[in-house]
């Protein structure tokens, strides 16, 4: 059974159709790299994965749930799903070890002892055992963000979604949080990655989609997609996000007066 | 003869300081010292208000404020729900009371509460007494302002925060109150306190329902003071003792404005 089965996904949001009709699947155990154009519908297609948006039409399936049905209970499902967000989104009034630990005992109900052992258990696989008692504001913002890598590890989950999780940091910080997510693909850890680290989609993806428009533009391992792209769409957003020194006057359509 | 710009701006201000010390000079010359002594600041009316001022007056004074306050701060949280709630009716409902409670004076609620209704419904009695009609008839009135106080704390915490709680499995109600309220409340700490603020003035309007000697609070204790002795000390007395239970809070509101600046 596919971890996750889209078929024939379409997102409006009033007049503006943002996703055209998407099928997609990701099998257990594969990292899914998402790339493509900024308002290509790559963000909200993760979102509707965990219905934080709600599709216009067509079906989900989450390890085989519709996640879509009305019938189906949205937390339970959620629960199995962990998503790291662009903002890092952790909880400002509390320390990280609460951070990692409310879900577990108010969703989970765990115990105290058994959600700060799992909790310092993620913390060390993000290499911040020493943040514990630490607020989210005395953070660095790539701390932040593996803080809530660990906080979706603690809910044990079977997929993780991330959604441009590097994009909002400082340079020199991308490079933890990537080495943390590229820790949990050997793992096995089951990915759906919208990125725009394309070294990382490179080195670490069983297979990228590429997407503009609403829709999926083509997809395949790596070294297809970056290798050799069949489509003229890929290959220019390959070259602007490869090359972006060697975009040309002509290609953005600027005309310098001399 | 041409000044420099600096020369200029210390003549300004020097003279700004003069005509400060000037005014101030007038004043004191012009006022009849003796008199001013003698009708504000008698030791003896002063001192015939203690103990009562402190152990009746202003422990009812505080009493009351906290009553209103918490029955205020209770109906504005359910207020502000209701108006952030999906719900079309809830909004309406919740708008309509605090438009139609922000429009009215405290003393037109109070006198509603503590005459209107008895005489409506004179069988039955508003529980607790005049303390029971105090917490209702400020409390309405301050649950207005609240709710549009923590309704706008509420809506400053990012909704990321809300996401990310329902990712991690909480139901809407378990991120609300786990995740979303919690630093709501952070946020309104400042504008909460001021709202006692206020609260502790307005239980001066309580006279009105008719108290005794043991639910008296400041406002009417100094006036019938005032009367007994035939001078206004008591009401300096009241002021100070207001002073007392206000200036400390607006302490604790720039405090924590400035922690919360130091945060951003």
Known sequence: ?258 | MKLSRRRRQRIVRVAGYLVFVLVILVVVAAADWGRLSDAFFRGDVARSMFPEAITVALRNTIIYTLLAFVFGLTLGLVLALMRLSSILPYRWAATAYIELFRGLPALLVLFMVGYGIPLAFPDREIPGGVYGSVTIGLGLTAAAYMAETIRAGIQAVPKGQLEAARTLGMSHTRAMVSIVLPQAFRIVIPPLTNEIILLTKDTSLVYVLGVTPATIELTKFAGDTLNTRVNPTPLVVAGLLYLVITLPLSQVVRALERRAGRER
């Open chain 1, 1 to 258: 059974m596919s971890t996750i089965e889209i078929t024939g996904l379409h997102k409006s949001f009033g007049k503006l159709e943002v996703l055209r009709g998407i099928d997609l699947r990701v099998e257990p155990g594969e990292v899914v790299c998402v790339i493509g154009p900024s308002g290509s519908g790559k963000s909200t297609l993760l979102r509707c994965v965990n219905l934080l948006e709600e599709p216009t039409s067509g079906s989900i399936r989450v390890a085989g749930v519709e996640v879509t049905d009305p019938d189906t209970d949205i937390d339970a499902v959620r629960r199995g799903i962990g998503m790291v967000f662009q903002q890092f989104n952790l909880f400002g009034h509390l320390t990280v070890r609460e951070n990692v630990t409310i879900a577990q005992r108010r969703v989970l109900k765990r115990g105290r002892a058994e959600a700060d052992r799992v909790a310092a258990e993620n913390l060390s696989r993000v290499g911040l055992t020493d943040k514990a008692a630490s607020y989210p504001a005395q953070l660095s913002g790539g701390q932040q963000q593996r803080v809530a890598i660990a906080r979706a590890l603690a809910m044990d989950p079977k997929l993780m979604l991330f959604d441009e999780p590097t994009s909002a940091l400082d340079p020199e910080l991308v490079g933890e949080v990537l080495a943390v997510m590229r820790g949990l693909a050997a793992e096995g850890m089951t990915m759906l990655v919208v990125t725009h680290e394309m070294a990382f989609a490179r080195e670490v993806a069983s297979r990228v989609v590429f997407m503009d428009a609403g829709a999926i533009v083509e997809q395949g391992p790596p070294a297809e997609v970056f290798g050799k792209p069949r489509e003229a769409r890929t290959r220019e957003f390959l070259h602007r996000v490869l090359e972006p020194t060697h975009v040309s006057e002509t290609e953005i359509g600027a005309h310098l007066t001399d």
